[in-house]
């Protein structure tokens, strides 16, 4: 069932989810055992059906975002979403008193949303297939599971600072954000 070009792109897409669920997995370094659990297959499986609707819906209707100028803002958008997460962490991470940040289901759901942008415009290719859907749901599986390896992952760095932790969660925002702002270089070259 599982191609090899499928699982490929299904790696390549899980990636970035996968490190914004290890940023994640690190703010949550101070739950107990079973919330953490509950909340991260929350997050996996959000993120898993995320990057599994978007390469779906992206067969079917991608075209729109990849050969117009929508998909030049909406990528914008999710540099933007991402630097200001990593400005928020930076600022939590100065603060004196110890915070508790607690996340919940609409930041998860944009994270999700923004990480998965590039399956719809990956899902273009997919639209010649007969079973597309298929496909899909077989990226959607790859992307739980990876995220679910650096959410545990992220679980032995419990023992670090808070206020690192939220510095390296900034750092990964930041860098994802700025390879974003990066790809569009060519656009202020004269």
């Known amino acids: 069932m599982f191609a090899l070009e499928i699982i490929l792109l299904g790696l390549a897409l899980a990636t970035d989810a ?8 690190l703010i949550h370094g101070d739950l107990d055992v079973s919330t953490k659990i509950k909340r991260g297959a929350a997050i996996c499986l959000t993120f898993g059906i995320f990057q599994s609707f978007m390469l779906w819906l992206g067969s079917y209707a991608g075209y729109l975002f990849s050969y117009s100028n929508y998909g030049f803002y909406f990528r ?12 928020k962490f930076i600022q939590e991470s100065l603060s004196i ?19 998965s942008i590039d399956a719809m415009a990956a899902g273009v290719a997919l639209g010649t297939l007969p079973n597309a859907h298929l496909a899909a749901l077989e990226v959607g599986i790859i992307t739980s599971l990876l995220c679910s390896f650096f959410y545990f992952l ?37």
């Open 18 to 25: 996968a490190v914004v669920t290890f940023a994640v997995g």
């Open 76 to 87: 914008l958008i999710v540099g933007i979403i991402f630097i200001g997460l990593a400005i």
């Open 97 to 115: 008193e110890k915070k508790h940040i607690e996340w919940k289901i609409i930041p998860i759901f944009i994270l999700a949303f923004a990480t």
């Open 154 to 190: 992220a679980q032995f760095f419990s023992q670090i600072p808070d206020r690192w932790l939220l510095r390296l969660s900034s750092l990964i925002f930041l860098s994802m954000g700025g390879e974003i702002f990066w790809s569009y270089r060519h656009l202020f070259k004269g």
